[in-house]
C-alpha cells in the first residue's frame, strides 16, 4: 500500500496509474488541502476522460508531494491538473 502526503496532510483514495500521461486534483480535495484559488495557474492543454470526451481543467497546481509505502519514502514536486469531481481525490 502506498500512503500519499500533501502539504502536510495524508490523502486518501489516491489511484496511482504509471501509464497515465496526467496527475490530476479534485476541486474537493483541493478545498479539503486548504489551498487558495489564488495557487492555480491557467492550463492551456486538454484533458480527456476515460470515455474520450473532454474534461474541464479549472488550472493547475505544483505542490510538494510525497509517497510512503511503509518503508521507504520519496518527495517529489508534482504538477496536478484539478477538476471538478470524482470519486477518487487525485489521480
Known amino acids: ?3 500519499v502526503v500533501i ?3 495524508r490523502v486518501y483514495r489516491v489511484l496511482i496509474d504509471q501509464g497515465s500521461s496526467a496527475e490530476v486534483m479534485f476541486w474537493v480535495t483541493f ?3 486548504q489551498l487558495s484559488p489564488d495557487q492555480l495557474r491557467p492550463y492551456d492543454g ?3 476522460g476515460f470515455a474520450g ?3 474541464e481543467v479549472w488550472g493547475h497546481v505544483e505542490l ?3 509517497f510512503l509505502d ?3 519514502s520519496r518527495t517529489i514536486r508534482q504538477i496536478f491538473s484539478v477538476n471538478v469531481v470524482s470519486a477518487y481525490n487525485l489521480l
Open 1 to 3: 500500500m502506498i500512503f
Open 7 to 9: 502539504v502536510g496532510r
Open 31 to 33: 478545498n479539503n488541502l
Open 46 to 48: 486538454c484533458l480527456f
Open 53 to 55: 470526451d473532454q474534461v
Open 64 to 66: 510538494r508531494t510525497t
Open 70 to 72: 511503509g518503508t521507504s
